[in-house]
């Protein structure tokens, strides 16, 4: 599975219409509707804001919405284009200003899912697609003249969010690699002689 890394949108226009449609990082189905609310929001002056989603490491958790179109012509064609993409936590949305002239339900299911093609090709063409790996937290602490060993021996590891805490000693957290992280746990144990656990 991949997961995105940012923000990505693109533009289209059929016969007048115009679709922007916008690929943004979701976890949670709460998240998805406040991401929701806040696009219909932004694009009050807009006739449609449909949307799909696809969450959980296996991409188990799916949602869409026609918002108002004719039944199977937006939220469906837009969700099979996210389905076959391979990503997971992520929400697609597709925001339509009606252009004058109506597409039929054809027309609709084409603009939508072309407008969902091209903004996936467009996260794969800039690289916002990246494999999904799963991590695993970790949290300790440790004196300061402990603390620059640690630090050196983090650079071997794929460390992500690292927050550093200075008190009367240096707590430190963040996420490794799920394969990488028993290898972190004895390295840490190794280079304080046993005296850092990680949590």
Not at 20 to 44: D, G, H, S
Not at 72 to 84: E, N, Y
Request: aromatic letters at 8%; glycine letters at 10%; hydrophobic letters at 40%.
């Amino acid at each position: 599975m991949k997961i995105l890394k940012s923000t990505v949108q693109t533009e289209t226009v059929v016969k007048g219409s115009r679709f922007l449609a916008e690929a943004i990082p979701c976890q949670k189905q709460e998240e998805a509707r406040a991401i929701l609310k806040a696009q219909k929001e932004k694009y009050a002056d807009a006739t449609h804001v449909v949307h799909a989603f696809v969450l959980g490491k296996a991409g188990e958790v799916m949602g869409m919405s026609d918002d108002g179109e004719p039944g199977g012509t937006a939220g469906r064609p837009v969700l099979d284009v996210l389905k076959g993409s391979g990503a997971t936590d992520i929400m697609l949305t597709v925001t339509r200003w009606f252009g004058g002239t109506l597409l039929g339900t054809g027309g609709l299911v084409k603009a939508y899912g072309g407008a969902a093609k091209e903004l996936l090709s467009q996260c794969q063409e800039i690289g916002a697609l990246e494999e999904y790996v799963p991590k695993k937290e970790f949290c300790f602490e440790c004196d300061y003249a402990l603390y620059k060993s640690v630090k050196r021996a983090f650079e071997a590891f794929a460390i992500d969010g690292l927050c550093e805490e200075y008190t009367d000693k240096v707590k430190a957290n963040g996420s490794v690699p799920q394969d990488q992280y028993a290898s972190l746990a004895a390295r840490l144990k190794d280079i304080s002689s046993g005296a850092i656990t990680i949590e």
